[in-house]
């Protein structure tokens, strides 16, 4: 598919268009034709996408294939395992003033052809996920991996074509002036993973046609910790989930609210947890990651004197590596607490409790994730209640999003829409509503 660059976009779109029309993409033996081909690609390609990875972002071969590379797997296993039963039409009572001989039920539609737009961060994993909701769906499917990780755009736009049907699936690789190209043509469905800004380019790219948006943003996840919780058991999970990836995850904590004595013990707490995870020189850990580029290793470092560092601070540009930190006495005005951080530096805010964690947290954007750590009842379901978030996580961040029967998105400033499993089934099809009344 190599023909696919000399393609302009709306040549790209006339040609899937065309495809979809023939119905080529509907039988349920062509969608799962191509998810068990994606599948042999993740398996036959998994080495070249884990050495892309790291050669973009020092991803540790463990995390790939984790994050990405068998989580993408999973999903697809997943959806093999339901994919008939979820796309069966769903019977519902027909009304009684239509008569006794009238039914009614629903079926799912593919929208079309869809775009997919992912960011760098998890770059193979975030294209492919929504791939094999959009595939399970019957769409065609137009595929735009982030320019930022450009060793993982190149294996994708290498692999994808020689496993998936060309007639129906194209990448198009390329920055912004190429998304921009792309966004100007008439898609049926936009799904797009990235930042809030873009996220509202896309979205007034897609009103032009009226096309739907399923927008996977980002924003700050809190993380609160109640009193008399272990804090060593507190500390470990906060720092795997934190440091992940270097701190370059949608759903990573982004910051801690406690009340200032717990602060205080999770302090050292936090030192031992990181040092188990990565030692006492984290750069040279073979578990650790590194920054994507220069412009986000000086934006993150110009964050490091929002507070007092009690471990970690340590950078070095040349690698792009900013070691796991972790600053305490962090005034809610500093500049770390003004956006979402996206890199491996935790603030810990001290707040009274739990009323005044729950105000903060409602005083600004809706979180994609919440976390509370807590072994109170009560606690949970005042959080549960009281504050809205795409997910929330008891106990353990991060996580929720490997149960593919959850759905995963944000709400408000985090996002619109939400995708995984059979929630990927009804973001990438339309629910028809159908109506049958017998002639005689
Ligand atoms: P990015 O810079 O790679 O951008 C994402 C995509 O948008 C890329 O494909 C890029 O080419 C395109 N793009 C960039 N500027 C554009 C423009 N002006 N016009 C059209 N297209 C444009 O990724 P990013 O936004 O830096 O990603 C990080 C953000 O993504 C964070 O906010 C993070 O929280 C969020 N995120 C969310 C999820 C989720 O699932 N909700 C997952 C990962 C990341």
Redesign the pocket.
Same mark, same amino acid.
């Given at each position: 598919m190599n023909h696919i660059h000399s393609e302009s976009p709306s040549e790209i779109l006339a040609r899937l268009r065309a495809t979809f029309r023939t119905g080529r993409t509907k039988p349920l033996e062509w969608r799962t034709a191509q998810l068990r081909a994606l599948r042999t690609m993740l398996t036959e390609g998994g080495a070249d996408l884990a050495a892309a990875l790291h050669a973009d972002l020092g991803k540790p071969s463990g995390d790939a294939y984790r994050t990405e590379i068998d989580f993408t797997i999973r999903e697809i296993d997943h959806t093999l395992d339901h994919l008939e039963a979820w796309l069966a039409p769903e019977a519902v009572a027909a009304p009684r003033h239509l008569g006794p001989d009238a039914s009614a039920w629903t079926q799912y539609d593919p929208l079309g052809v869809v775009l997919v737009? =992912?960011?760098?961060? *998890?770059?193979a994993g %975030?294209l492919l996920a929504p791939m094999v909701g959009a595939l399970a769906s019957g769409n065609a499917v137009v595929a735009?991996? $982030?320019? %930022? =990780?450009p060793a993982t755009a190149a294996a994708l736009a290498r692999l994808l074509p020689a496993y998936l049907d060309t007639h129906a699936v194209a990448v198009v690789e390329?920055?912004?002036p190429? +998304?921009?190209a792309l966004?100007a043509e008439h898609f049926d469905h936009i799904f *797009?993973?990235?930042?809030? +800004?873009?996220g509202r380019?896309?979205m007034r =790219?897609a009103a032009e046609h009226l096309t739907s948006v399923t927008l996977? %943003?980002?924003?700050k996840s809190p993380v609160f910790v109640d009193r008399g919780t272990d804090l060593d058991v507190v500390a470990e999970r906060l720092a795997r989930g934190k440091f992940l990836n270097a701190g370059?995850?949608?759903?990573a904590p982004d910051y801690v609210l406690t009340d200032p004595l717990t602060a205080a013990a999770l302090e050292p707490a936090l030192r031992r947890a990181i040092e188990g995870l990565y030692g006492t020189e984290p750069a040279t850990s073979g578990e650790y990651g590194r920054i994507v580029n220069e412009r986000h290793f000086d934006r993150l470092t110009g964050l490091l004197d929002s507070g007092r560092v009690v471990v970690g601070g340590g950078t070095d540009r040349t690698t792009r590596f900013i070691a796991p930190t972790v600053l305490a006495d962090v005034d809610p005005a500093a500049p770390v607490m003004q956006e979402?951080i !996206?890199g491996p530096i935790l603030p810990i805010v001290t707040v009274s409790g739990l009323d005044e964690a729950i105000g903060f947290v409602n005083d600004r954007d809706k979180p994609?994730a919440l976390y509370v750590f807590t072994e109170s009842e009560d606690t949970r379901h005042r959080i549960a209640d009281e504050t809205s978030s795409?997910g929330l996580g008891y106990g353990l961040p991060v996580a929720h %999003?490997t149960v593919l029967e959850l759905p !995963?998105?944000?709400v408000g400033e $985090?996002?619109i829409g939400s995708y995984h499993g059979r929630y990927s089934i009804e973001t990438f099809s339309h629910r028809k509503a159908v109506l049958a009344k017998p002639l005689a």
């Amino acid at each position: 598919m190599n023909h696919i660059h000399s393609e302009s976009p709306s040549e790209i779109l006339a040609r899937l268009r065309a495809t979809f029309r023939t119905g080529r993409t509907k039988p349920l033996e062509w969608r799962t034709a191509q998810l068990r081909a994606l599948r042999t690609m993740l398996t036959e390609g998994g080495a070249d996408l884990a050495a892309a990875l790291h050669a973009d972002l020092g991803k540790p071969s463990g995390d790939a294939y984790r994050t990405e590379i068998d989580f993408t797997i999973r999903e697809i296993d997943h959806t093999l395992d339901h994919l008939e039963a979820w796309l069966a039409p769903e019977a519902v009572a027909a009304p009684r003033h239509l008569g006794p001989d009238a039914s009614a039920w629903t079926q799912y539609d593919p929208l079309g052809v869809v775009l997919v737009i =992912a960011p760098w961060n *998890y770059p193979a994993g %975030l294209l492919l996920a929504p791939m094999v909701g959009a595939l399970a769906s019957g769409n065609a499917v137009v595929a735009k991996p $982030s320019e %930022l =990780a450009p060793a993982t755009a190149a294996a994708l736009a290498r692999l994808l074509p020689a496993y998936l049907d060309t007639h129906a699936v194209a990448v198009v690789e390329g920055g912004i002036p190429e +998304t921009t190209a792309l966004l100007a043509e008439h898609f049926d469905h936009i799904f *797009y993973t990235g930042n809030g +800004t873009v996220g509202r380019i896309v979205m007034r =790219a897609a009103a032009e046609h009226l096309t739907s948006v399923t927008l996977e %943003l980002g924003g700050k996840s809190p993380v609160f910790v109640d009193r008399g919780t272990d804090l060593d058991v507190v500390a470990e999970r906060l720092a795997r989930g934190k440091f992940l990836n270097a701190g370059q995850t949608c759903v990573a904590p982004d910051y801690v609210l406690t009340d200032p004595l717990t602060a205080a013990a999770l302090e050292p707490a936090l030192r031992r947890a990181i040092e188990g995870l990565y030692g006492t020189e984290p750069a040279t850990s073979g578990e650790y990651g590194r920054i994507v580029n220069e412009r986000h290793f000086d934006r993150l470092t110009g964050l490091l004197d929002s507070g007092r560092v009690v471990v970690g601070g340590g950078t070095d540009r040349t690698t792009r590596f900013i070691a796991p930190t972790v600053l305490a006495d962090v005034d809610p005005a500093a500049p770390v607490m003004q956006e979402e951080i !996206f890199g491996p530096i935790l603030p810990i805010v001290t707040v009274s409790g739990l009323d005044e964690a729950i105000g903060f947290v409602n005083d600004r954007d809706k979180p994609l994730a919440l976390y509370v750590f807590t072994e109170s009842e009560d606690t949970r379901h005042r959080i549960a209640d009281e504050t809205s978030s795409g997910g929330l996580g008891y106990g353990l961040p991060v996580a929720h %999003l490997t149960v593919l029967e959850l759905p !995963f998105g944000g709400v408000g400033e $985090s996002g619109i829409g939400s995708y995984h499993g059979r929630y990927s089934i009804e973001t990438f099809s339309h629910r028809k509503a159908v109506l049958a009344k017998p002639l005689a």
